[in-house]
């Protein structure tokens, strides 16, 4: 990464308009916590097919209750939850994240998410949709769309991610995007494979078009 928190301070805010990112079939706007939001949570969070690779099942009462959490945003509101909605129909169809890795602990950090800095955190991009909406290179266009904003809108210089070993849509989704495989690594308390893009290689991907 470029900056730490030691030498990150008073980072500018976005806007909430710059915040909000269009690619040609979806829209994403950060995750505001509203009720619309909580039943986009429910879809993902209660889903066995959804979680498989990802978590354990969460309530609806669980969600509601993070949502507090869940809805804060870090270095001026660069790092966050994204909604993604259809443009088509309004549909709000998953979430995407740019958030701290947690690397010893099964969940992000929400304490390094605060709006002064960027945390002193290796950075990841994650996503998840409702399982109507797969298949159809949603999650390819949302995660390319967040690597443009983490690359032009962010003082970063390297993106994360990670995957369970078995999660082959989601490895197939981060190698369309342009991240490297990187082999086995510690991540969410267990191991995963690890992936990652640099400036340098996001900047070379794009002039190849
Ligand atoms: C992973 C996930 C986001 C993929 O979303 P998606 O919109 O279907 O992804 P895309 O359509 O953009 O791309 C998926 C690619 O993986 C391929 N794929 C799908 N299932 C696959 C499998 N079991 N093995 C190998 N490739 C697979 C698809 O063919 C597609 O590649 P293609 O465009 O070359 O045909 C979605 O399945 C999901 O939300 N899963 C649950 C949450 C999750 O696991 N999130 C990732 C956490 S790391």
Same mark, same amino acid.
């Given at each position: 990464?470029?900056?730490?928190?030691? *030498?990150?301070?008073? #980072? #500018?805010?976005?806007?909430?308009?710059? +915040?909000?990112?269009?690619?040609?079939?979806?829209? +994403?706007?950060?995750?505001?916590?509203?009720?619309?939001?909580?039943? +986009? $949570? #429910?879809?993902l969070f209660t889903d066995p097919e959804v979680v498989?690779?990802?978590?354990?099942?969460?309530?609806?009462?669980?969600?509601?209750?993070?949502?507090?959490?869940?809805?804060?945003? /870090?270095? /001026? $509101?660069?790092?966050?939850?994204w909604v993604v909605t259809r443009k088509d129909t /309004?549909?709000?169809?998953?979430?995407?994240?740019?958030?701290?890795?947690?690397?010893?602990?099964?969940? =992000?950090?929400?304490?390094? *998410?605060?709006?002064?800095?960027?945390?002193?955190?290796?950075?990841?991009?994650?996503?998840?949709?409702?399982?109507?909406?797969?298949?159809? $290179? %949603?999650?390819? &266009?949302?995660?390319?769309?967040?690597? &443009?904003?983490? %690359?032009?809108?962010?003082? +970063?210089?390297?993106?994360?991610?990670?995957? @369970?070993?078995?999660?082959?849509?989601?490895? @197939? *989704?981060? =190698?369309?995007?342009?991240?490297? @495989?990187?082999?086995?690594?510690?991540?969410?308390d267990c191991e995963c494979s690890g992936f990652s893009?640099?400036?340098?290689?996001? &900047?070379?991907?794009?002039?190849?078009?």
């Amino acid at each position: 990464m470029a900056e730490t928190g030691a *030498v990150a301070r008073n #980072v #500018v805010p976005l806007s909430d308009a710059d +915040l909000v990112l269009e690619t040609p079939r979806l829209v +994403l706007r950060p995750l505001a916590g509203d009720g619309r939001d909580l039943a +986009l $949570g #429910v879809r993902l969070f209660t889903d066995p097919e959804v979680v498989r690779y990802v978590c354990s099942l969460s309530s609806e009462a669980e969600l509601a209750e993070e949502m507090p959490v869940i809805t804060r945003r /870090g270095a /001026g $509101g660069r790092l966050g939850i994204w909604v993604v909605t259809r443009k088509d129909t /309004g549909e709000a169809i998953g979430t995407s994240i740019l958030l701290p890795l947690p690397v010893e602990v099964d969940d =992000t950090d929400w304490s390094l *998410v605060v709006p002064e800095r960027y945390p002193e955190a290796e950075i990841e991009v994650g996503y998840m949709l409702v399982r109507d909406a797969w298949g159809q $290179g %949603f999650a390819t &266009e949302a995660c390319s769309r967040l690597l &443009e904003f983490a %690359f032009e809108s962010t003082t +970063l210089d390297e993106i994360k991610a990670t995957t @369970h070993p078995e999660n082959a849509a989601s490895q @197939h *989704v981060l =190698t369309k995007c342009g991240l490297r @495989h990187e082999g086995m690594r510690r991540a969410y308390d267990c191991e995963c494979s690890g992936f990652s893009i640099t400036r340098a290689e996001w &900047e070379r991907k794009r002039r190849a078009g």
